[in-house]
């Protein structure tokens, strides 16, 4: 029997900021709701956020940093870990959705592309080595990783490196309470076509596209009606939102699941985008309900939510890397653990993809 062509992931890497943002850091901010300022003591505003979220700390870049310099780095340690020539890269994507913001300014930076800018240096000088952005909200490197395993299976590449970078922090409004949800980092994995007579690695994905609900993850001018310089932020109806992606994600990983033939009980882990820590226990939930499961099984869903944020399209590779890496406590990857991957954002997007490590 002809071996079949897998999508293997073979190196991670991350970046994880070292600036720590606890809630004390909003204590001076003034929040407004509808153009209204809130009327509430910020401490009582940063503890009930923290408390729906589960959002403790964030982390930001540095001053003198930007999104592609981060994704470089992330890069360069999914390469190390790979341990292949970066030469013999085939294809670079690079998953955000605001490009490069400078500090101190709003205005975003595309051009170049991220991922050429990444290639540049990186030091890569094979021009066989194609280098391209994706802009698909929070679920863009899950989808990075769908686009490049179409890419193995036709045969075009043999490794592909995903990079999924943010710094939301430069694009936040002040006067937003959900300013305090965002964060900045970055992950990246390699991506390498495996002849293989069992199956591994990428096994199946599943994504959707729910434009008509596109409203509810956006961007808009500052919640403070006094600020009139034209700046848009990034904006989101937290509660609606949480209510599409418990009833909408749960779905679409469960059609990704059966596509993929295995077993729900043999999922090992969840790799889920890190938005909001009771809306992925909720998702989880839901997902075995309907499978006809009461219980979630303990230690599917690593969480890094509490201490790194959400930072967009970086939440889901940076996870898998410190798992990986027995870096998040309690939880353990072996050979032959099935895993599903997972998120949602603006777009709004869903995707899912059922991984054999």
């Not at 929070?138 to 490049?148: H, K, L």
């Not at 992950?187 to 994504?207: C, F, N, R, S, Y």
Request: with cysteine.
């Amino acid at each position: 029997m002809k071996n079949k062509i897998q999508s293997v992931i073979t190196g991670t890497g991350s970046y994880i900021p070292t600036n720590v943002i606890s809630g004390k850091h909003f204590l001076g901010h003034t929040f407004f709701d509808g153009g209204v300022k809130i009327d509430k003591d910020n401490e009582e505003i940063i503890q009930k956020f923290a408390d729906i979220t589960e959002i403790g700390e964030r982390r930001y870049i540095d001053h003198n940093q930007l999104n592609h310099d981060i994704g470089t780095i992330a890069a360069q340690k999914a390469i190390e870990d790979a341990g292949i020539d970066k030469e013999t890269l085939d294809y670079i994507l690079f998953c955000h959705n605001f490009g490069d913001v400078k500090h101190g300014s709003n205005r975003v930076d595309m051009l170049p592309a991220l991922a050429a800018k990444v290639k540049s240096q990186l030091g890569i000088n094979n021009p066989d080595c194609v280098a391209f952005d994706i802009i698909f909200g929070c679920p863009g490197w899950v989808q990075g990783m769908i686009q490049a395993d179409y890419l193995i299976r036709s045969g075009d590449a043999k490794k592909v490196l995903v990079i999924g970078a943010e710094t939301l922090s430069r694009i936040v409004d002040h006067h937003d309470r959900d300013s305090m949800i965002f964060a900045d980092g970055a992950g990246a994995t390699i991506l390498e076509a495996a002849e293989v007579d069992q199956p591994i690695g990428i096994l199946a994905h599943k994504a959707q596209t729910y434009a008509s609900h596109a409203e509810m993850l956006t961007m808009a001018g500052s919640n403070n009606p006094a600020e009139t310089n034209g700046n848009t932020y990034i904006k989101m109806k937290g509660r609606k939102l949480y209510e599409f992606a418990v009833l909408t994600v749960p779905q679409l990983v469960k059609q990704a699941i059966d596509k993929s033939g295995v077993d729900i009980k043999k999922i090992k882990m969840v790799f889920i985008h890190q938005a909001n820590g009771k809306m992925d226990h909720a998702i989880m939930k839901r997902l075995f309900k309907l499978y006809g499961e009461d219980n979630v099984p303990e230690k599917l869903v690593p969480m890094t939510i509490s201490w790194l944020g959400n930072s967009s399209v970086a939440t889901v590779p940076t996870l898998i890397d410190l798992v990986l890496k027995n870096k998040v406590e309690g939880y353990q990857i072996e050979k032959g653990d099935h895993a599903v991957f997972a998120s949602v954002g603006a777009g709004m997007h869903i995707n899912a993809i059922v991984y054999k490590f």
